[in-house]
């Protein structure tokens, strides 16, 4: 193959004399300029890199400036940026609402929105149904809606599917979760089966988070696209806490943890002979936001592109909260981010001394993460390069601070052929590749990759491994975890001088090697037989 023969130009390039396990293993990314990066775009002065805001214009100065300089195109319009239709729906937070003829306290008990332009929610005495998992999917023999009529009734909402709770039984994938056990697609079934609202019961092992991240998550204005069809679409939207379902379910004179149990091993649709009352107002506004868009031609085959994602966009700020009322995510994602920047500068450098790919690589950085991947679902309705030629997706999400290790991780490994590039790329710094350790977390469904996965393009989600490199490592790891605990969707999610990013100058040079590969040959990665999207782009039967 003539990959070795590029890979080996290309660390010249960069300046390397040996390819060993060194952090940059053949690459000089400039760490400084790395860090540089992560403390800016995660500064005060960003207010939290909110969409349509104040924050949002200083984040995309800052990128198309830095792209600019680096030395890559706009995209094909000749423009860095793309325009993201969006809306921002505002429920107050004084909520009148009663469950079983038991008023809820808002935050504490439950979260509610509405995705309509409407001024006002006023729901009277709506029949509460409990739909176990709330899950319609053929392919598992499962539907908890069969011959249910959801109109005028609110659906009361497990977290994850079936085979987290009961992972020996061979339902769906066991303790890994499918997209069925995401909160999107319960809103989705729900929105489709003709519901008036649906509420989901937060359990923190089973959605991977505590309540705090639903609470500052789900509060205040919640963004969606403005081309998103809200007249389909539920017309109440939510979370509660176990403990306030709990209490629901005895006032219906039912035991919660029986129907968990029994939600677990057969599909469940339970009236439950209470209702909901649910009274607030609401706004929306209507706004523009951007993806970034910078693009590296191909010296042959232009019009085949490989993508790196990863979101700008963080929580912005809350004015009701005491003290720090700004989210900075530095981890969440201004590191990502920062790490985007970093392989667009390698790629440069290896392009002006003649070593450019044969393929284009192109970097979306996109809004509305966390809202929904609203920024790359937008892109991937409406590609400013075919989906067709897109060959794959390496996403960038929250890179490792805890410095280097002994492995590498591939979230939902076994996916897609896009991986084994990721896995040459690893075995040259004598690493291993593992999967994740908490598959039913479901983090192949939750960061931007995902919105090219549903189109049948390889998209991969890597890095961090679990193992650090020695004795001095593991300390230090330890010590900074519980200094970032509960920091995810937090104000503590800050930069710190001291976090160790040698582990993350590892994984860029994996992405980065990966790519490299991929873009100097001719190869079309495909999802390989029973993954959920073999169908739409199956494997072709690569070997390196």
């Not at 379910?249 to 009236?271: I, V, Y």
């Not at 794959?392 to 897609?416: A, E, H």
């Amino acid at each position: 193959m003539r990959l070795l023969v590029p890979l080996c130009m290309l660390a010249l390039v960069a300046g390397c004399t040996h390819d060993s396990g060194d952090a940059a293993v053949g690459f000089h990314f400039d760490e400084q300029r790395y860090r540089n990066d992560i403390k800016t775009l995660s500064s005060d002065a960003f207010e939290g890199r909110a969409p349509t805001t104040h924050g949002e214009q200083m984040t995309l100065d800052y990128l198309v400036a830095a792209f600019k300089s680096i030395g890559m195109q706009p995209g094909p319009d000749g423009s860095y940026l793309q325009k993201v239709p969006m809306v921002s729906y505002s429920a107050s937070e004084q909520q009148q609402i009663t469950l079983a003829g038991m008023p809820l306290q808002y935050r504490k008990d439950i979260i509610l929105n509405s995705h309509h332009d409407v001024k006002q929610v006023d729901i009277k005495n709506a029949p509460l149904v409990f739909v176990g998992y709330g899950i319609n999917a053929p392919e598992y023999g499962w539907n908890d809606y069969q011959g249910l009529d959801m109109h005028g009734k609110i659906a009361l909402i497990l977290v994850n599917d079936p085979g987290f709770a009961n992972p020996e039984s061979g339902k769906f994938d066991g303790k890994a979760m499918t997209y069925y056990g995401r909160w999107t697609y319960k809103y989705e079934e729900a929105s489709r089966q003709g519901a008036l609202g649906a509420i989901i019961i937060h359990q923190t092992a089973a959605a991977s988070y505590p309540w705090s991240v639903v609470e500052h998550s789900w509060t205040g204005p919640q963004q969606d696209l403005a081309v998103a069809n809200e007249q389909s679409r539920i017309a109440v939207e939510g979370w509660m806490t176990l403990e306030s379902a709990k209490a629901v379910f005895a006032k219906a004179g039912l035991t919660l943890d029986t129907e968990l149990s029994r939600a677990a091993h057969e599909p469940m649709q339970l009236p439950l002979a209470q209702t909901a009352s649910i009274k607030f107002t609401n706004s929306a506004s209507y706004g523009e936001s951007y993806n970034v868009i910078a693009n590296l031609p191909g010296t042959m085959s232009a019009d085949e592109h490989i993508l790196f994602t990863g979101h700008w966009d963080h929580l912005g700020k809350d004015n009701s909260l005491e003290g720090d009322k700004i989210f900075n995510g530095a981890m969440d994602n201004a590191s990502g981010v920062a790490g985007m920047l970093a392989i667009a500068r390698q790629f440069i450098a290896a392009a002006k001394a003649g070593h450019g790919l044969k393929r284009s690589v192109t970097f979306v950085v996109t809004t509305g993460e966390e809202q929904g991947l609203l920024g790359s679902r937008y892109y991937a309705e409406h590609p400013l390069y075919p989906l067709k030629h897109t060959i794959g997706v390496f996403n960038l999400d929250s890179t490792n601070i805890y410095g280097r290790t002994k492995d590498f991780t591939i979230v939902g490994k076994g996916k897609s052929e896009l991986e084994l590039y990721l896995a040459a790329a690893v075995n040259q710094q004598q690493r291993q590749v593992k999967s994740e350790l908490h598959p039913e977390s479901g983090g192949y469904f939750r960061s931007d990759h995902f919105s090219f996965a549903k189109y049948g393009v390889p998209a991969v989600f890597a890095g961090s491994g679990n193992e650090p490199i020695d004795a001095a490592t593991a300390k230090y790891k330890a010590q900074m975890q519980q200094r970032m605990k509960s920091c995810y969707h937090n104000t503590c999610d800050e930069y710190q001088a001291d976090w160790d990013l040698s582990g993350a100058l590892q994984d860029l040079a994996v992405y980065y090697r990966a790519a490299t590969m991929l873009g100097d040959s001719n190869a079309y990665p495909g999802y390989y037989e029973g993954t959920e999207f073999h169908a739409l782009r199956p494997a072709t039967h690569i070997k390196l």
